[in-house]
């Protein structure tokens, strides 16, 4: 069983910073890939950000010069970094990651909860 649990969002005015967090645990061999997506009303979910072993880190075009993903592997553990933030920025954000937690065989994708990040004056 592995669960992947967000943290990090909240309330910010037009220009502001956040940092969303998210970690997984429970029975992991390894994590290929390690990403965040997020979801506003009335549109479809989105990828943000992605870090996976052997590619490069991929943005956005909206995010691109503002957000960063990074990690932290002996934790099970990455970041989004979000600076400049605008309204259009506001949605629910989503980690996501696809794990392996036998040695042998493919991965498989797991979500977070999701997490409210709102963009406001």
């Known amino acids: 069983q592995v669960e992947l649990v967000e943290s990090g969002g909240g309330l910010v005015q037009p220009g502001g910073s956040l940092r969303l967090s998210c970690a997984a645990s429970?029975?992991?061999?390894?994590?290929?890939?390690m990403a965040w997506y997020r979801q506003a009303p009335g549109k479809q979910r989105e990828l943000v950000a992605k870090?996976?072993?052997?590619?490069?880190?991929n943005y956005a075009d909206s995010v691109k010069g503002r957000f960063t993903i990074s990690t932290d592997n002996a934790k099970n553990t990455w970041y989004l970094q979000m600076n400049s933030l605008q309204p259009e920025d506001t949605a629910l954000y989503y980690c996501?990651?696809?794990?392996?937690?036998?040695?042998w065989g493919w991965g498989d994708e797991y979500w977070g909860q999701g997490t409210q990040v709102t963009v406001s004056s």
């Open positions: 996501n990651a696809d794990i392996k937690i036998r040695s």
């Open positions: 429970g029975s992991i061999y390894s994590i290929n890939a």
């Open positions: 870090i996976a072993v052997g590619v490069p880190t």
